[in-house]
Antibody, heavy 122, light 107 residues
Framework: QVQLQESGPGLVKPSETLSLTCTVS????????WSWIRQPPGKGLEWIGY???????NYNPSLKSRVTISVDTSKNQFSLKLSSVTAADTAVYYC????????????????WGQGTLVTVSS | DIQMTQSPSSLSASVGDRVTITCRAS??????LNWYQQKPGKAPKLLIY???SLQSGVPSRFSGSGSGTDFTLTISSLQPEDFATYYC?????????FGQGTKLEIK
């Protein structure tokens, strides 16, 4: 079955750019939406944005000015860049597939990666 | 943006109890509502999609209902492995949004 794995630095300095990659295995990245979701320690879940395999994106307006999500179909990977980070960006970052069975029908996140903790600190 | 509000925020219950968690959307979202279970240190796991469809492999003691703005997740007979945090999530529009979570604890 499809599995997702996040990778990237666990420590980022304030004002720098956070960069993470999600590798999809057991299936193709094509024909799905791929999301990034984060969870600050002890808090709830925040959707960051998604990318369709074709490259179209949709970002959370609260982060839009700092976020870039890209896809590399040849590597079955998609990536997150978050610029100008502060301590408030410290969180576990998850990648997830957003499933859409029929266009314009309900969608859901499944599966999820295991998550990776990114700490913003000097 | 659509706000999702869960109640209660925390709940104490015993093995064998029937438990209901409520999720309310700030506007109508039809049946575009999903439920997830998260255990400490783990990623969320999909339980229910499209308000009432049980994800493959999820025990039948879990069920979901509702449409429009009001939704419920019911666990018919709590098992020890069900003690976790539960989140609702809307997929009606972007930005996608989650409820604040309901922590289910052992009484």
């Amino acid at each position: 079955q499809v599995q997702l794995q996040e990778s990237g630095p666990g420590l980022v300095k304030p004002s720098e750019t956070l960069s993470l990659t999600c590798t999809v295995s057991g299936g193709s990245i094509s024909s799905y939406y791929w999301s990034w979701i984060r969870q600050p320690p002890g808090k709830g879940l925040e959707w960051i944005g998604y990318i369709y395999y074709s490259g179209s994106t949709n970002y959370n307006p609260s982060l839009k000015s700092r976020v870039t999500i890209s896809v590399d179909t040849s590597k079955n990977q998609f990536s997150l860049k978050l610029s100008s980070v502060t301590a408030a960006d410290t969180a576990v970052y998850y990648c997830a597939r957003e499933v859409e069975v029929v266009p314009a029908a309900p969608r859901w996140f499944d599966p999820w990666g295991q998550g990776t903790l990114v700490t913003v600190s000097s | 943006d659509i706000q999702m509000t869960q109640s209660p925020s925390s709940l104490s219950a015993s093995v064998g109890d029937r438990v209901t968690i409520t999720c309310r959307a700030s506007q109508s979202i039809s049946s575009y509502l999903n439920w997830y279970q998260q255990k400490p240190g783990k990623a969320p796991k999909l339980l229910i999609y499209a308000a009432s469809s049980l994800q493959s492999g999820v025990p039948s003691r879990f069920s979901g209902s509702g449409s429009g703005t009001d939704f419920t997740l019911t666990i018919s007979s709590l098992q020890p492995e069900d003690f976790a945090t539960y989140y609702c999530q809307q997929s009606y529009s972007t930005p996608r949004s989650f409820g604040q979570g309901t922590k289910l604890e052992i009484k």
